[in-house]
C-alpha cells in the first residue's frame, strides 16, 4: 500500500523557515564530524518499542546520543536506541522501517495524534543513497535557504532482523541530499501498525503564533566566518512585531546550524516594540565573539511581510537583521535591548 498522498520529501520536517539566502560551498568530501560506523541492534520489534519518541523530538545530531561506538555484532540494551552512523559494509541492509507520528481529524470532530509504522522492502535507491559522502561546506555562491530538514526516523532491516540508524548524508547547506530525498520520495510504504496516543491539542508555541522550534540564524552567519557588517538601520515605524524567543540545549550550543525550543513570545506590546526598534537601528558593529547563546529572540512582522530580527539573549548579544527581498546584517545589542524582548 502506498502511505498518503504527501511525499516522505515534502514531509521532511522543516525548522526555522524565514527564506533568506545564504553563501554556501560546492564539492564533495567526507567531513571531519563523519560518525563512524553505527551501531547493530540484535532484534527489531516495533516502533512503540524501539521509537516510542519518533516524530515527538528532533534526532539527536550523529554520535551524540545511545551508548558509544561498539563493533557491528555488539548487542544494544533494551529501550536504548543504537548510536546513529554509517552503513558497515558486512551489514546488508533488506528492510527500512520508518516511525513517526501524525495529526488526524478525529471521529465526531477535534484532531487526534497517531503513531505510525512504515516499512519498504525494495530499498536499494535508498541504501546507495545512504552510502554517499557529505558535501562539503565552505563559501561559494550557492544559495542555501534557512530551512532546517529533518529526515524522518530510520531503522535499516538485515534479513537476520538485526537493525541500524543510518546516518544521513547532507549537502553543501547541511541539509539531506536530494539523493536521499528521492529515495524516501520512492519508497512504497505499507503501513505496520497505527495507534491513537492522544487528543492533538495546540502547542503554546502555537497559540501565540510562533514555531516549537527554529534556528539561531546570528550563530548561523557569524560561524560562516562573514564580516561584523553594520546595520544600516531598523525602521522603528515597522508594523506590529511578533516575539518568539527560544532555547537552545547545551548539545545544540556550537553547532553548524543550532535549533532552539520554542519558550515564550506572542505579539511584541508597541512601546516595548519602539524602544526595542530603536536599539536595533544603532550602528555599532557585532563584537567579535564565539560564545553560543543559550537564548535568542525572532521578531517578525504579524502579517509575515518586512524584516525579521534576530537577537541573542546572552552570551555575545548579536543581533540579526534580515531585510527583503534578501540580505543581511550584523549589529551589537546589549542588556538592555535582551530585557525589552523578555516574558510578555
Known amino acids: 500500500m502506498r502511505s498518503g498522498a504527501t511525499t516522505l520529501a515534502a514531509a521532511l520536517l522543516g525548522v526555522g523557515l524565514c527564506g533568506m539566502a545564504l553563501s554556501g560551498c560546492a564539492g564533495s568530501a567526507n567531513t571531519p564530524n563523519d560518525p563512524g560506523p553505527a551501531e547493530i541492534a540484535e532484534r527489531w520489534t516495533s516502533c512503540a518499542e524501539s521509537a516510542p519518541r519518533a516524530g515527538v523530538v528532533l534526532p539527536v545530531p550523529p554520535g551524540s546520543a545511545g551508548p558509544s561506538a561498539a563493533s557491528p555484532d555488539a548487542a544494544t540494551p533494551a529501550g536504548v536506541e543504537p548510536r546513529i552512523g554509517r552503513i558497515d559494509p558486512a551489514f546488508v541492509p533488506v528492510a527500512v522501517v520508518i516511525c513517526g507520528r501524525e495529526v488526524r481529524p478525529r471521529a465526531g470532530g477535534g484532531r487526534e495524534q497517531v503513531t505510525t509504522e512504515r516499512r519498504a522492502d525494495d530499498i536499494g535507491a535508498l541504501v546507495a543513497a545512504l552510502r554517499l559522502s557529505d558535501q562539503a561546506r565552505g563559501r561559494r555562491e550557492i544559495a542555501c535557504t534557512l530551512d532546517l530538514l529533518i529526515p524522518p526516523w530510520l531503522a535499516l532491516l538485515d534479513d537476520r532482523g538485526r537493525w541500524l540508524r543510518p546516518y544521513v548524508p547532507t549537502d553543501v547547506c547541511g541539509k539531506p541530499l536530494p539523493e536521499v530525498r528521492a529515495a524516501l520520495d520512492g519508497l512504497r510504504l505499507t503501513t505496520v501498525d497505527s495507534r491513537t496516543v492522544g487528543p492533538a491539542e495546540a502547542s503554546a508555541a502555537e497559540t501565540v503564533g510562533c514555531a516549537q522550534r527554529w534556528s539561531d540564524m546570528v550563530w548561523v552567519e557569524t560561524h560562516l566566518g562573514r564580516p561584523g557588517r553594520v546595520v544600516a ?25 543550532p535549533a532552539g525550543d520554542f519558550v515564550y513570545g506572542g505579539p511584541l506590546p508597541p512601546e516595548r516594540q519602539a524602544k526595542a526598534l530603536r536599539a536595533l537601528a544603532t550602528t555599532r558593529p557585532a563584537a567579535d565573539c564565539a560564545t553560543p547563546a543559550s537564548r535568542f529572540a525572532v521578531l517578525r512582522s504579524l502579517d509575515g511581510d518586512g524584516p525579521e530580527w534576530y537577537i541573542e539573549l546572552d552570551a555575545c548579544r548579536r543581533f540579526l537583521v534580515v531585510a527583503p527581498p534578501g540580505g543581511t546584517q550584523l549589529g551589537q545589542g546589549d542588556a538592555a535591548l535582551a530585557a525589552l524582548l523578555g516574558p510578555i
Not at 532555547?247 to 546550524?257: L, T
Request: hydrophobic share 30%.
Open 233 to 257: 538601520g531598523a525602521s522603528p515605524t515597522a508594523g506590529p512585531l511578533r516575539l518568539c524567543v527560544y532555547a537552545v540545549p547545551p548539545s545544540e550550543r556550537g553547532g553548524g546550524k
